[in-house]
């Protein structure tokens, strides 16, 4: 695997559902970002991880619960979500977070649909 | 707090012509990344732009930057049919990495 990968690529869920994407980086980097994309809207930024630790975290509602274990691994779990929840999830990568060259790498998403 | 926009939003456009996509911005930043998306896929990174100044160039499309007027242009040359996606400028908000994107501008490249 090269890059970074997301799983499951789509995702349908109930309301009452629990359920966790996953993010994993192959490229070395120290930061991790997870952004939804709706429909018609721009990216949004929802947490932010440097070596570990979250350092941003954008006003995300609580059913929406961010994990690191280790710079190579980012989960999002899920739980209660509502039917505008259904989005793109998006998650990136990036060398250290601030860095002056720092390119955020982005994964191929996971499309999820709340029912 | 910072608003990042595009304009166009959408835009059609003819092989071989030559457009310019705009990114304003509301407030300092002296970072300012370029990215691209087709559709159903991810998004590309295409340009960072780090200075007043900043101009970058890949084949048919040439970024720059502008810290004073806090203003980005793409610039598309001769444009072909591959060029059709997505594009998005975004800001680096507190330089620590939380990128505020526009809204994207569709772009379709016609024959």
């Known amino acids: 695997e090269t890059g970074v990968t997301q799983t499951p690529r789509h995702l349908v869920m109930g309301m009452t559902n629990k359920k966790s994407l996953k993010c994993e980086q192959h490229?070395?980097?120290?930061?991790m970002y997870w952004y939804k994309q709706s429909a018609k809207k721009p990216l949004e930024l929802m947490f932010v991880?440097?070596?570990?630790?979250?350092?941003e975290n954008n006003s995300v509602p609580s059913r929406f619960s961010p994990e690191c274990p280790n710079s190579s691994h980012l989960f999002l779990h899920l739980h209660t979500l509502q039917p505008e929840d259904s989005a793109l999830y998006l998650c990136?990568?990036?060398?250290?977070?601030?860095?002056?060259?720092?390119?955020?790498?982005f994964g191929p998403g996971t499309r999820l649909t709340v029912l | 707090e910072l608003k990042v926009e595009q304009n166009p939003l959408f835009l059609s456009m003819q092989e071989g012509k030559n457009y310019t996509i705009y990114c304003n911005y509301s407030?300092?930043?002296?970072?300012l990344y370029w990215y691209r998306q087709d559709p159903g896929k991810s998004l590309e990174s295409l340009f960072v732009?780090?200075?007043?100044?900043a101009v970058k160039q890949e084949g048919r499309l040439m970024a720059s930057l502008d810290t004073k007027a806090r203003l980005s242009t793409l610039h598309i040359t001769a444009a072909v049919h591959d060029l059709s996606a997505t594009y998005f400028c975004?800001?680096?908000?507190?330089?620590?990495?939380?990128?505020?994107f526009g809204q994207g501008t569709e772009l379709s490249v016609k024959p």
């Open positions: 407030t300092t930043s002296d970072r």
């Open positions: 490229l070395g980097h120290n930061a």
């Open positions: 990136a990568s990036s060398q250290a977070g601030g860095g002056a060259t720092d390119t955020q790498y």
């Open positions: 732009l780090l200075s007043n100044g």
């Open positions: 991880y440097n070596f570990k630790e979250q350092t």
């Open positions: 975004a800001v680096d908000y507190n330089q620590g990495g939380k990128l505020i």
